[in-house]
């Protein structure tokens, strides 16, 4: 029997289909735009996106010989946030807000004035500020003001997960991970928070139910079997909120090790034996909330914008670059990679500041910018790509020095997403972070995290750290080598002034 973690993202979708030793049988990912139809706002297409998921499905079934039916299970990892209000027979009225649409800032201002930052923080483990006007619920609101034909024709506001739960079993279930980050969902009562849904006026009727990770909720309908080219003897299971997915596939079952999951966002997580809530982590924007485990928790930072950079750079500033590994039959990236190597660790005195969508934590600032600073006649294509990575990577040891400045010791990073495909970025983030980083076998763990979630629900494991132990192994590991760290520990000094010193100047923008 066969697993089958399907990983909803920003901007792509993958269905990988794994083998219960963790061996990838097959796998298949489609891309989907990610829609600004206005500066501040951050869209997806729901037809666009559940589409790009079905056929990725049959795609990945199609790729390899194996029956349908010898799929025993199926559970989803999402984006997190993201949401999108449906009629009562579950067709799509509105986009998806994503993360990092920003449009609903008066109704966040409105929670911070009204319910207050910590009391929302002590209940939901989500850090409320006006700056990342990210969740969900004041987003509900918005709609509810400013397009009150869809707010009342809703029938239940489903985040992703839910959403394709419901496409292919007709069950609109919810995991506790993913209710975490609506900014509805009590993280230590684990229901929706009747406090904060009466303060907003929204009946709780119009949320999902919501139940642990590796639960099964059903078949796959005659419908999505003949979408999809799954089985009707197929398991849905719940699965995870992205970031908790991967931490479990990168084989995160308790505290030690964090994960650096490097996709179109960058997160750095660690689990949690108990919920850590204060007002340092807080103001830095640090989430926690349900683990894919039950009765564990999750503490993540994030960078919003990460691979997307390396993805608008391929786009817009990359045209021989892709002719090129059109011609050689090779990953642009790969090039992209090899053309940075050519620059000197510094990147000959070039910065670069990876705050396209505002910075995450521990800045947690929706008005901060992309910033490149130090450009001479001498620099090169070269010196920028790698003023990208470093950038990206000194916001990853910002990260690491913030979570253990709460009492959470870092043993490790595992690195996993697509940014853990590159050797060379991964020894960049050791030498400027002075970690060891380690690279396990399968990088997309998201969608081994939610395999695992489908094997627990289906028996094909008696429980989540069985399946860890069976599945989890290294690939690489990348040692900090000390010269580099010395030239680094100077060059992150200069890179954290640069943000203070324009940090008034991006308000202004």
């Not at 990092?100 to 929302?120: C, M, N």
């Not at 108990?274 to 894919?292: D, I, M, Q, S, W």
């Not at 853990?420 to 076998?441: E, H, N």
Request: hydrophobic content about 40%.
């Amino acid at each position: 029997m066969y697993i089958l973690g399907l990983d909803v993202g920003t901007t792509g979708c993958k269905s990988i289909i794994f083998s219960p030793d963790g061996r990838i049988v097959s796998s298949a990912y489609g891309e989907y735009k990610l829609y600004h139809r206005r500066i501040e706002w951050s869209e997806l297409n729901p037809y666009e996106t559940w589409n790009t998921a079905k056929e990725t499905i049959r795609r990945s079934i199609e790729n390899v010989r194996i029956r349908p039916e010898e799929i025993a299970a199926l559970s989803t990892s999402v984006l997190g946030e993201a949401f999108i209000p449906v009629d009562e027979k579950g067709n799509p009225l509105y986009w998806s807000m994503t993360t990092f649409d920003a449009r609903a800032v008066e109704q966040t201002r409105w929670w911070e004035e009204k319910f207050g930052a910590d009391e929302i923080y002590r209940i939901t483990g989500q850090p409320l500020t006006s700056s990342m006007p990210i969740y969900p619920l004041p987003k509900i609101q918005w709609l509810r003001e400013y397009e009150p034909k869809v707010y009342e024709k809703t029938w239940k506001f489903l985040c992703w997960e839910e959403y394709v739960n419901m496409k292919l079993c007709g069950k609109p279930v919810t995991d506790f991970s993913v209710a975490s980050r609506t900014m509805m969902f009590d993280i230590t009562r684990k229901k929706w928070s009747g406090e904060i849904l009466d303060v907003a006026g929204i009946d709780e009727d119009l949320l999902p139910e919501a139940a642990p990770s590796g639960v099964v909720i059903g078949h796959v309908s005659p419908k999505a079997s003949e979408e999809t080219g799954l089985s009707e003897e197929t398991l849905i299971v719940t699965g995870g909120h992205d970031q908790p997915c991967g931490a479990l596939g990168a084989g995160l079952v308790e505290s030690g090790p964090a994960m650096d999951a490097t996709g179109t966002v960058e997160c750095i997580g660690v689990v949690l034996d108990r919920p850590v809530l204060n007002e340092r982590l807080r103001r830095g924007g640090f989430a926690v909330h349900h683990y894919v485990i039950e009765d564990i928790y999750f503490l993540f930072g994030f960078n919003p914008t990460s691979g997307v950079i390396l993805r608008w750079f391929r786009d817009n500033f990359a045209e021989g670059e892709r002719m090129k590994a059109d011609e050689k039959g090779v990953n642009v990236y790969e090039i992209l990679m090899s053309l940075a190597a050519e620059s000197p660790p510094g990147a000959r005195g070039l910065f670069f500041l990876p705050y396209f969508e505002g910075s995450g934590t521990p800045t947690f600032n929706r008005k901060a910018r992309g910033v490149i600073l130090g450009l001479t006649l001498s620099h090169k294509k070269s010196d920028v790509l790698r003023a990208i990575l470093e950038g990206l990577s000194y916001e990853l040891r910002r990260n690491i020095e913030a979570i253990e400045r709460n009492g959470t010791k870092i043993s490790e990073v595992r690195a996993i997403g697509g940014g853990a495909q590159s050797d060379f970025w991964l020894q960049i983030k050791a030498d400027i972070t002075g970690r060891l980083i380690v690279a396990p076998k399968v990088t997309e763990a998201a969608s081994l995290g939610a395999a695992i979630l489908a094997g627990v629900g289906s028996r094909v494991y008696e429980s989540i750290k069985e399946a860890v132990r069976r599945i989890y192994a290294e690939r690489a590991k990348f040692i900090p080598q000390t010269s580099n760290v010395e030239k680094y520990g100077g060059c992150y000094g200069l890179y954290k002034r640069i943000y203070d010193a324009l940090a008034g100047i991006f308000d202004e923008i």
